[in-house]
């Protein structure tokens, strides 16, 4: 396919999953109040807000998330068909199977967050050195705070997909992810240093964990998948 046939792809699928996710929106914004009630479970003191706005925009992102987390078999199945042309046919019958674990690991990584990561984080970030100080937390930066950690754990839990994916597309082989395991590490740290909200080592230790884990995942899945496409061209062969 020639390269502007290429961009006219990558803009239909562009333009579907946007739409996916801005309806997927547009319905959870009518339980976003909830969802925010929810994400301040952890708090001992209501949310207040501070500009006239804050309220709609912190129920904006909310919903935006929630769209997002409901969307994403939309737009991974975007995300498939447009790399399903360069795959060979026996890899493109796997599109159902990649759809639904990567939206089992997205959903996943959003339910780690929210029952493990963000109550300890919020108990040790507000307990921290604050003897003497009141906590009052504006509903728009607490949103954000708890939004942007939900969509970085989210994002991250793609990890093993992703890895399968440029395996299968000859981009990447196990060998090479197991020889480079120490600068997976090492990326590892920097990434969970750039998308984690707070700078305390503590919380990249909770992103950074996990993220190498699902790397070891998705090498052995990589190894797994290029065993049984091995096994499949030898009978093919012998055939």
């Excluded at 003191?45 to 006239?52: C, D």
């Excluded at 070891?216 to 061209?233: D, H, T």
Aim: positive net charge.
């Amino acid at each position: 396919m020639p390269f502007l046939l290429h961009l006219g792809e990558l803009r239909v699928r562009l333009m579907r999953a946007a739409l996916a996710v801005l309806i997927a929106s547009v319905a959870c914004f009518a339980i976003s109040e909830r969802i925010i009630h929810w994400l301040a479970r952890p708090l001992s003191s209501p949310l207040v807000f501070i500009t006239p706005g804050e309220p709609f925009w912190a129920n904006m992102k909310v919903a935006f998330m929630a769209g997002l987390l409901l969307s994403m078999p939309v737009v991974l199945y975007q995300v498939w068909r447009f790399v399903e042309p360069g795959l060979h046919p026996d890899e493109r019958r796997l599109g159902g199977l990649f759809v639904t674990f990567a939206s089992l690991l997205f959903a996943g990584g959003m339910a780690f967050c929210a029952w493990v990561v963000l109550p300890f984080t919020i108990g040790f970030l507000l307990g921290y050195k604050t003897d003497g100080l009141q906590a009052v937390l504006s509903v728009g930066t607490y949103v954000d705070f708890c939004v942007k950690f939900f969509l970085a754990f989210g994002i991250i839990f793609e990890l093993p997909p992703l890895l399968v994916l440029l395996s299968r597309m000859g981009v990447v082989t196990p060998e090479f992810l197991s020889r480079n395991r120490r600068y997976a590490v090492l990326l590892a740290f920097v990434v969970a240093a750039v998308l984690t909200p707070t700078p305390d080592v503590f919380n990249q230790l909770l992103m950074a964990a996990p993220l190498i884990v699902l790397y070891e995942v998705g090498v052995l899945l990589a190894r797994w998948f290029g065993r049984q496409k091995r096994r499949a061209a030898t009978r093919q062969t012998e055939s």
